[in-house]
T-cell receptor, first 113, second 115 residues
Framework: DTGVSQDPRHKITKRGQNVTFRCDPI?????LYWYRQTLGQGPEFLTY????????KSRLLSDRFSAERPKGSFSTLEIQRTEQGDSAMYLC???????????FGSGTRLTVV | AQTVTQSQPEMSVQEAETVTLSCTYD???????LFWYKQPPSRQMILVIR??????QNATENRFSVNFQKAAKSFSLKISDSQLGDTAMYFC????????????FGDGTTLTVKP
């Protein structure tokens, strides 16, 4: 059990550029979640996968955001045409079932300049 | 929509003493989970304790225990014998049973344990 891995840990990008983050869940976990956490606030749900199917998306996930989980393994979160308001910590979590072993990664901190 | 409120942005406690962090939530659901998470400066969110709403008995994990008052929609965390390693941001979270694992978080309480 190597935990939930996220890459990169930090990303600085210029406004208007595209960025992609990767999350590797715990291997046997079938559920994967993306959250966004801005400074001084709790995480906010973005989207959820069960295996390879994206089953729910928050209204926070504008059309500039897209997430995939090919073959039900790792997941990517892409932000197109980044804006300064996208600056945040992007957290990935995975679980086996609804709450079993619900584990967060260390996050990717995005700074848009 | 569910909301989670943590009314104490910052708290401090002396090492070895006891501290209680407050959390209230708003829901019309009867079956749900409540959680307390710890987020140290290293950033990884770690589950501290979990409570199922259908269980009347308060959850306990070593030095951590909760006071779950379902009618009052209150879910406080008590940390006994506080240790320096308990210094972190603590988040209260709510999850509906039918909501596919999506959690709603409060804005956190920063706890500092002083030597």
């Amino acid at each position: 059990d190597t935990g939930v891995s996220q890459d990169p840990r930090h990303k600085i990008t210029k406004r208007g550029q595209n960025v992609t983050f990767r999350c590797d869940p715990i291997s046997e976990h079938n559920r994967l979640y993306w959250y966004r956490q801005t400074l001084g606030q709790g995480p906010e749900f973005l989207t959820y996968f069960q295996n390879e199917a994206q089953l729910e998306k928050s209204r926070l996930l504008s059309d500039r955001f897209s997430a995939e989980r090919p073959k039900g393994s790792f997941s990517t979160l892409e932000i197109q045409r980044t804006e300064q308001g996208d600056s945040a910590m992007y957290l990935c979590a995975s679980s086996l079932g609804l709450v079993e072993r619900y584990t967060f990664g260390s996050g990717t901190r995005l700074t848009v300049v | 929509a569910q909301t989670v409120t943590q009314s104490q942005p910052e708290m401090s406690v002396q090492e070895a003493e006891t501290v209680t962090l407050s959390c209230t939530y708003d829901t019309s659901e009867s079956n749900y989970y409540l959680f307390w998470y710890k987020q140290p400066p290293s950033r990884q969110m770690i589950l501290v304790i979990r409570q199922e709403a259908y269980k009347q008995q308060n959850a306990t994990e070593n030095r951590f225990s909760v006071n779950f008052q379902k009618a009052a929609k209150s879910f406080s965390l008590k940390i006994s014998d506080s240790q320096l390693g308990d210094t972190a941001m603590y988040f209260c979270a709510f999850m509906r049973l039918d909501n596919a694992g999506k959690s709603t978080f409060g804005d956190g309480t920063t706890l500092t344990v002083k030597p």
